[in-house]
T-cell receptor, first 113, second 112 residues
Framework: DSGVTQTPKHLITATGQRVTLRCSPR?????VYWYQQSLDQGLQFLIQ???????AKGNILERFSAQQFPDLHSELNLSSLELGDSALYFC????????????FGSGTQLSVL | QKEVEQDPGPLSVPEGAIVSLNCTYS??????FMWYRQYSRKGPELLMY????GNKEDGRFTAQVDKSSKYISLFIRDSQPSDSATYLC????????????FGSGTQLTVLP
């Protein structure tokens, strides 16, 4: 168990809908990262937050947004969903100063039908 | 061309074999190199973490980085069925925005 908690584990929704994925980092970790994993694209970095502020942005679509709250949990919002958004979404956290040492949650499997 | 290329596999070996997993990369600015292991339907977990060139050993695992060739390797000695997983190489730039660039992963099966 990595200590990173993600909910829900599975999400099935329809095209055009909006969903929210939730992540609680390990106790004490200030950084939260969101990744998308699909068969054709592999593991792709979406966005990083550090102590409530956006720190780095990757290949995140404009339809997607994220935030980190004062209690350090984070939410990833996906809107106007398309079939191609079906993927595994991972949250990870890291210790300050050791950003390469990521601790991943078990992921949310999103299926857009 | 992708920034990080990883041998796709899949790779099947008998129990006890030495496994070699490899990645090449194009960006010479990468400074941090990692290997993650991912079991089916689980999140990746960090196996090895190295900075710059050289070797690092941890139990049955050895990570090698050759920055001059832009090539990294992970060796698994005395492989076990429990090593069956997908192995992802990852690397990052120095600096504050250290998002990782991952390889596509090699699926390994160790047969008992």
């Amino acid at each position: 168990d990595s200590g990173v908690t993600q909910t829900p584990k599975h999400l099935i929704t329809a095209t055009g809908q909006r969903v929210t994925l939730r992540c609680s980092p390990r106790s004490g970790d200030l950084s939260v990262y969101w990744y998308q994993q699909s068969l054709d694209q592999g593991l792709q970095f979406l966005i990083q937050y550090y102590n409530g502020e956006e720190r780095a942005k990757g290949n995140i679509l404009e339809r997607f947004s994220a935030q980190q709250f004062p209690d350090l949990h984070s939410e990833l919002n996906l809107s106007s969903l398309e079939l191609g958004d079906s993927a595994l979404y991972f949250c990870a956290s890291s210790v300050a100063g050791e950003e390469g040492k990521l601790f991943f949650g078990s992921g949310t499997q999103l299926s857009v039908l | 061309q992708k920034e990080v290329e990883q041998d796709p596999g899949p790779l099947s070996v008998p129990e006890g074999a030495i496994v070699s997993l490899n990645c090449t990369y194009s960006n010479s600015a990468f400074q941090y190199f990692m290997w993650y292991r991912q079991y089916s339907r689980k999140g990746p977990e960090l196996l090895m973490y190295t900075y710059s060139s050289g070797n690092k050993e941890d139990g049955r695992f050895t990570a090698q980085v050759d920055k001059s060739s832009k090539y990294i390797s992970l060796f698994i000695r005395d492989s076990q069925p429990s090593d069956s997983a997908t192995y992802l190489c990852a690397m990052s730039l120095s600096g504050s925005a250290r998002q990782l660039t991952f390889g596509s992963g090699t699926q390994l099966t160790v047969l008992p």
